[in-house]
């Protein structure tokens, strides 16, 4: 079954901490992965896509990691701010013949504090 | 970047009402866009994948004659909820773009659909 989780669900940090999040995936055949942004009322934002071949990929303050062979992936964030508040989505792609059909994982809540 | 935008963003109507939402690719042309809902504190959930020029695919357990998809062009697709009940309020959420390879696919920013 294509499946994708994440951990933790809700995280709560403090301003300028950093802190990474876990996402686990069993889909096949795998074509990409991608870490969204999605801030409360608002759709999702693409943060990163890495492709089978790719390890770590760097979007200013989010580094993304990626290890095929344990099927895991890793969102870390650095110097977090009061706008990182938001909802992290990972999302890994299917490759089909004519477009990737997406499967969503259910998010981890990230609220930075002051 | 590519920027994809839906309409309206809120809406609030009520039970028995059937409710049109527009989602557009504006610098782009999307030949799929995919339709999904998401209930409060859950993830994204896809509904339908919208085909131009051809009927749409519904996931299973999605009623397709109570959720209309049309995909007339290659900028524009909608979804109208049939005879909305309460039960179908939601935040509806389109997406275009995404094939393959290493593009992402782009969201609107969603409808907030309230069926009183």
């Known amino acids: 079954k294509n499946q994708v989780e994440q951990s933790p669900q809700s995280l709560i940090i403090l301003e300028g901490k950093n802190c990474t999040l876990q996402?686990?995936?069993?889909?096949?055949?795998?074509?990409?992965l991608r870490w969204y942004k999605q801030d409360t009322g608002r759709g999702p934002v693409s943060l990163t896509i890495?492709?089978?071949?790719?390890n770590t990929k760097s979007n200013g303050r989010y580094t993304a990691t990626l290890d095929a062979d344990t099927k895991q992936s890793s969102l870390h964030i650095t110097a977090s701010q009061l706008s990182d508040s938001a909802s992290y989505i990972c999302v890994v792609s299917l490759s089909y013949a004519s477009y990737d059909k997406v499967i969503f994982g259910p998010g981890t809540s990230l609220s930075v504090i002051p | 970047g590519a920027v994809v935008s839906q309409h309206p963003s809120r809406v609030i109507c009520k039970s028995g009402t059937s409710v049109k939402i527009e989602c557009r690719s504006l610098d782009f042309q999307a030949t799929t866009m995919f339709w999904y809902r998401q209930f409060p504190k859950q993830s994204l959930m896809l509904m339908a994948t919208?085909?131009?020029?051809?009927?749409?695919?519904?996931e299973q357990g999605v009623e397709k004659d109570k959720f209309l998809i049309n995909h007339a062009s290659l900028t524009l697709s909608t979804l109208t909820v049939t005879s909305a009940h309460p039960e179908d309020s939601s935040f509806y959420i389109c997406?275009?773009?995404?094939?393959?390879?290493?593009?992402?696919?782009?969201f609107g920013d969603g409808t907030r659909l309230s069926i009183l």
């Open positions: 890495m492709t089978f071949s790719e």
């Open positions: 997406s275009a773009g995404g094939g393959q390879g290493d593009q992402p696919q782009h």
């Open positions: 996402c686990n995936y069993t889909v096949s055949p795998f074509s990409n």
């Open positions: 919208s085909n131009e020029g051809s009927k749409a695919t519904y």
